[in-house]
């Protein structure tokens, strides 16, 4: 099927929302310019118990994908091909059964979990205060493994080979960090 601009329905961004609002109304605001999609909203928390924005954005395999916020948990499930970035000050970044060619996350204060169903490229992931876990499954591809924590416990199943195809990188200034083959 294509529509009026000669696209395929599997080629379109889509976005959806739901704004929650309690004694005061959730300020809520999308825009695109270019390639570039911005979402601005904000709540009184404190005096609207359970207000806010869940967002959902579907996009076509291959495109890359970077999203920044500064406050919020970011999840993203079965994204395919291509390169996925997410930077927050501060959230968790839950990642799921990802067959992207590289991850990279980074939060000031939160937690990294990420987990692949195909090998990447390259996973990146650093924190100054939470923990970081990734799940890889087995294959062919050799890494690269550095796992840095300045105050917490560091365990790794990867085993790490300098002249491997593929990269991992976890740091944390604050938290421990679990890396899996499995």
Known sequence: MLSASGLQPDDVVKVTSRVTSGLRKTDFLIGRK????????????WLSPG???????????GIPVVINTTSGDVAANGLEQGVLTVATASGDIKVGGLTVDEFS???????????????PFAFKALTK???ISASIPPGDRAYAVTA???????NSTIESDEDGAGFVRA??????IDLRTG
């Open 105 to 119: 996350a980074e939060s000031s204060s939160g937690d990294v979990k990420a987990s692949f169903a195909k090998q």
């Open 34 to 45: 270019g390639d570039e999609i911005k979402v601005i909203s904000g709540c009184t928390s």
């Open 51 to 61: 207000c806010g924005v869940s967002l959902t954005v579907s996009v076509p395999k």
């Open 129 to 131: 205060s939470g923990d």
């Open 148 to 154: 840095e924590s300045k105050s917490g416990d560091v």
């Open 171 to 176: 740091t944390t200034s604050s938290g421990d």
